[in-house]
């Protein structure tokens, strides 16, 4: 089955500094990377995803990128606020796989 | 707004005992999980189910059952709670598989003494 290593668990960057969260799959047939934030005390959400056939995706201030080649994607979050501390967790999938694998979280402390 | 419900926020049981979750969602998805999460391991998956009486088997299935006798609800069943089944469970569900948003529960904090 597919396996998900997420790195690093936690990470504490300055207000207004750049955050980057890296994943890993196992599987090479997997095709869909959603990220999800969880707020404290809250339900974890979907902030964004990407499919196979592109390589980066941007909304705002995260993005996300893909390199299928070395099986990783990561999440990058710029001009980081004290509302963006969370945990966040990305995930894959492939074809004909009907639940989501996800990493095993990572914390991210934005200091004001 | 698609909303996943989960009956309880906080549960407190003893060792042995027979204890239900339940979850509801109003978007009439097809698809409904059951996911543990606990500090430094993720979101582990340990069952879902893609149709009204049809279930399978996550990574962690073991020590749960599960019911989906009505698309809208999704039931996990701890058949003999133990200590080590103390966890946060999350409840979602999404239109169709894993390609498509996943909409989380509040979550259920099972406290098993």
């Known amino acids: 089955g597919e396996n998900v290593e997420q790195h690093p668990s936690t990470l504490s960057v300055q207000e207004g500094d750049s955050a980057v969260i890296k994943c890993t799959y196992s599987d090479s047939a997997s095709n869909y990377f959603p990220w999800y934030k969880q707020e404290l005390g809250k339900r974890p959400q979907l902030i964004i995803d990407?499919?196979?056939?592109?390589g980066e995706k941007k909304d705002q201030r995260i993005a996300v990128t893909l390199n299928k080649t070395a099986k990783h994607f990561s999440l990058h979050i710029t001009e980081t606020q004290p509302e963006d501390s969370a945990v966040y967790f990305c995930a894959a999938s492939s074809p004909g796989r009907r639940a989501l694998t996800f990493g095993s979280g990572t914390r991210l402390q934005v200091q004001p | 707004d698609v909303k996943v419900t989960q009956s309880s926020r906080y549960l407190v049981k003893r060792t042995g005992e027979k204890v239900f979750l339940e979850c509801v969602q109003d978007m009439d998805h097809e698809n409904m999980f059951w996911y543990r999460q606990d500090p430094g391991l993720g979101l582990r998956l340990i069952y879902f189910?893609?149709?009204?009486?049809?279930?399978e088997k996550g990574d962690i299935p073991e020590g749960y059952s599960v019911s989906r006798e009505k698309k809208e609800r999704f039931s996990l069943i701890l058949e003999s709670a133990s200590t080590n089944q103390t966890s946060m469970y999350l409840c979602?569900?999404?239109?169709?598989?894993?390609?498509?948003?996943?909409?989380f529960g509040q979550g259920t904090r099972l406290t098993v003494v």
């Open positions: 189910s893609y149709d009204v009486k049809m279930k």
């Open positions: 979602a569900s999404s239109l169709w598989g894993a390609h498509t948003e996943a909409f």
């Open positions: 990407i499919r196979s056939n592109v």
